[in-house]
Nanobody
Framework: VQLQASGGGSVQSGSSLRLSCEGH????????IGWFRQAAGKEREGVGC????????WYEDFVKGRFTISTDNPKNTVFLQMNTLKPEDTAVYYC?????????????????WGQGTQVTVSS
């Protein structure tokens, strides 16, 4: 199982970005995918997650209404659409996977992790 996150970049406050997490070596609809982020000098935190089995999602309060997670199961890809970005969203964003129908915002729940993609939001 491999995960490849992409789509990060440097944008101004209020802008949008869409991150992608492409999975290899497994069938996405049998997995749950979580998105996490880690800002410089801070601990990793959950952003949100999705069950690729039924599309159910969970979001951390600080991204509700701004971020949306979706899947393209035939392409084994999960997306994190980030709107109205703020400077405090600056971090390395990671996707993670676990063989389960249920997702979680708890990092140790996930077995497989991607390499991360940097998102920088300037004011």
């Amino acid at each position: 199982v491999q995960l490849q996150a992409s789509g990060g970049g440097s944008v101004q406050s209020g802008s949008s970005l869409r991150l992608s997490c492409e999975g290899h070596g497994f069938t996405l609809e049998e997995y749950a995918i979580g998105w996490f982020r880690q800002a410089a000098g801070k601990e990793r935190e959950g952003v949100g997650c999705i069950s690729a089995h039924d599309g159910s999602t969970w979001y951390e309060d600080f991204v509700k209404g701004r971020f949306t997670i979706s899947t393209d199961n035939p392409k084994n890809t999960v997306f994190l659409q980030m709107n109205t970005l703020k400077p405090e969203d600056t971090a390395v964003y990671y996707c993670a996977a676990v063989s389960s129908n249920f997702c979680s915002g708890y990092g140790p729940y996930y077995r497989y992790w991607g390499q991360g993609t940097q998102v920088t939001v300037s004011s």
